[in-house]
């Protein structure tokens, strides 16, 4: 999905596609470049963590469609993130739902 696409979904307020090392690829919406990059490597750095959590958690619970990452979120009381993939969007907490966001970025 095209930035400016995520950008038009309910409660996003900026969004940027990072690479596996952390690297700004491209970002839209309302965030400078500087905090774009430093969002991204914290995403990049985030979304290892989480795939190792998932692959450990798949071997430990027998549950092997843990294995099957498609992203994570993390929230505040008025803003959050959402990772799928290589796509981060930052959130506004009162407008944005999660599960109409991950349903739309998870296809």
């Keep these: 999905m095209k930035l ?3 950008l038009k979904l309910p409660g996003v307020v900026a969004a940027a ?9 491209s970002y839209k919406g309302e965030i400078s470049e500087k ?3 430093l969002a991204a490597q914290m995403c990049a750095s985030n979304s290892v963590l989480m ?8 071997e430990y619970s027998q549950q092997p469609e843990w294995r099957s990452y498609q992203g994570w979120t993390m929230l505040g009381a008025q803003v959050g993130v959402m990772v799928v993939g290589d796509t ?6 009162q407008e944005a739902s999660i599960n109409d966001l991950m349903a739309t970025l998870g296809d």
């Design 51 to 58: 795939q190792t959590q998932a692959r450990l958690f798949a």
């Design 4 to 6: 400016k696409e995520v």
């Design 88 to 93: 981060l969007c930052l959130l506004d907490r």
């Design 17 to 25: 596609k990072f690479t596996p090392k952390g690297e700004l690829d």
């Design 35 to 37: 905090d774009a990059r």
